[in-house]
């Protein structure tokens, strides 16, 4: 199956679809993370807060896939931000991936208290110029921190990873990421440990119309809102149900509908108060 891809506002190309890897640990996580790219991913996202770098430049050595064929993703934790930390984060993270660059560098929470997210950003700048990271972004970036970025370094980020699903749709934040040639990412697409979208009647119903399972129905919505999914799964035969939603198309209404479930985030991940260092 080929996985469509994006071009980004720097002119490499992103996978329109990638495998999440939170809490795939161990010689278990090596194993489904070779197995999701042998069974077609391409795109792996990771961080160094979720300590399994290693077990995701394992998976990828695993595999029968050639590194130059994969997009890897890694995530600057809130204790690097500031500029010297941040340069030896991602050269601590490269050594814990066992890579000499990643596809894309985001810094993971913008810490708007700590106040550092600029200079933080400077440092992805030099670490893109250095070529330790192909591309650079942010994740959990509001508009007011995404244009003081662009207003302060005239650099704007690639991408930007943020909780979206049907319960969380962002169409305010996606049409400023339209309007900047920002490329939205979805963290927790499947609403996660936190919802179960796979029974709510809505999403039932257009699954049903297209002869597929509820949560490709929801990773096909997120593909036609022109954001990136990131679903996590563990098990062979969930990753490649996640994976087949290249082969139909939800109708506008369909779109609309999912996206009326609007009801909040799933926990408190509120960019302008969540912290995680
Ligand atoms: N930047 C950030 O701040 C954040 C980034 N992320 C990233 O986003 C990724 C995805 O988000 P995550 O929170 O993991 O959760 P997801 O929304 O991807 O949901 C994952 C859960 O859904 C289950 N699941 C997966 N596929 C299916 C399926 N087809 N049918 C039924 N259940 C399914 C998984 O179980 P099983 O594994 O058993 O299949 C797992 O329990 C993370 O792994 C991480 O890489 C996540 C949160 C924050
Ligand atoms: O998965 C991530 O990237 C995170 O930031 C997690 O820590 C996330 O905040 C989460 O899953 C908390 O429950």
Redesign the pocket.
């Known amino acids: 199956m080929t996985i469509p891809s994006h071009t980004l506002n720097d002119g490499t190309t992103i996978p329109a679809i990638g495998l999440?890897?939170?809490?795939?640990l161990g010689s278990e996580g090596d194993a489904s993370i070779s197995r999701a790219i042998d069974s077609g991913y391409r795109l792996l996202?990771?961080?160094l807060n979720?300590k399994n770098e290693g077990d995701v430049g394992e998976g990828i050595r695993a595999s029968s896939v050639s590194r130059d064929e994969l997009f890897v993703t890694t995530?600057l934790p809130g204790r690097h931000h500031g500029y010297d930390s941040a340069i030896a984060s991602l050269e601590e993270s490269l050594g814990n991936l066992g890579l000499d660059h990643v596809e894309l560098y985001?810094i993971?929470?913008p810490l708007p208290k700590v106040d550092k997210y600029v200079d933080t950003w400077r440092a992805l700048i030099e670490l893109r110029e250095r070529g330790l990271t192909r591309s650079i972004g942010v994740?959990?970036f509001t508009p007011t921190q995404l244009q003081r970025l662009i207003d302060e370094t005239g650099v704007t980020p690639a991408v930007n990873?943020?909780?979206l699903?049907p319960n969380f749709p962002q169409g305010e934040l996606r049409e400023f990421h339209a309007a900047h040639g920002i490329r939205t990412q979805?963290?927790?697409?499947?609403?996660?440990?936190h919802a179960d979208f796979?029974t709510v009647p809505t999403i039932v119903d257009v699954a049903a119309a297209h002869g597929v399972?509820?949560?490709?129905a929801v990773l096909r919505w997120h593909i036609q809102l022109g954001s990136v999914p990131?679903?996590?799964?563990?098990?062979a035969g969930?990753?490649r149900?996640?994976l087949d939603v290249f082969g139909f198309e939800l109708t506008d209404a369909e779109i609309t509908a999912i996206s009326a479930l609007e009801s909040g985030r799933l926990w408190d991940?509120d960019p302008d108060t969540h912290e995680?260092f």
Not at 20 to 24: D, E, H, I, V
Not at 186 to 193: A, Q
Not at 230 to 235: A, E, H, L, V
């Open positions: 999440g890897t939170y809490n795939l996202d990771t961080a979720y995530k985001l993971h929470w994740s959990n990873q943020v909780e699903h979805s963290w927790s697409p499947l609403g996660s440990r796979t399972t509820p949560s490709q990131i679903p996590r799964s563990g098990d969930r990753q149900e996640n991940g995680e």
